[in-house]
Nanobody
Framework: VQLVESGGGLVQTGGSLTLSCAAS????????MAWYRQIPGRQREQVAT???????KYEHSVKGRFTISGDNIKTALYLQMNSLKPEDTAVYYC????????????????WGQGTQVTVSS
């Protein structure tokens, strides 16, 4: 499995960015994808998830500002980020995994190298 994130950068508060994740080799049993983010010294946190049938979920602090999407989530995944805040500054990662009873479980090793998002105040 190869996941390659892109689209990060430096943006001012209130600005927008769109992250992309190019995926290849994703096996059949994977039925969901997700974006996570990590601030240095903190645990990686789930930002948004999308299932193979298009159902989406968002972490509370990004709801209404971020949108996860994908034409075919096993090949291309996106995260549209609007109204960005300094607290959104982090490295963002694309994860592949599966849903079980509505909860997303990232598959071990199925993530990319990350893309840095920096929001200046």
């Amino acid at each position: 499995v190869q996941l390659v994130e892109s689209g990060g950068g430096l943006v001012q508060t209130g600005g927008s960015l769109t992250l992309s994740c190019a995926a290849s080799g994703v096996p059949e049993h994977i039925n969901g994808m997700a974006w996570y983010r990590q601030i240095p010294g903190r645990q990686r946190e789930q930002v948004a998830t999308i299932s193979s049938d298009g159902a989406t979920k968002y972490e509370h602090s990004v709801k209404g500002r971020f949108t996860i999407s994908g034409d075919n989530i096993k090949t291309a995944l996106y995260l549209q980020m609007n109204s960005l805040k300094p607290e959104d500054t982090a490295v963002y990662y694309c994860h592949a995994g599966h849903f079980y009873e509505g909860i997303f479980y990232p598959a071990a090793g199925y993530w990319g190298q990350g893309t840095q998002v920096t929001v200046s105040s």
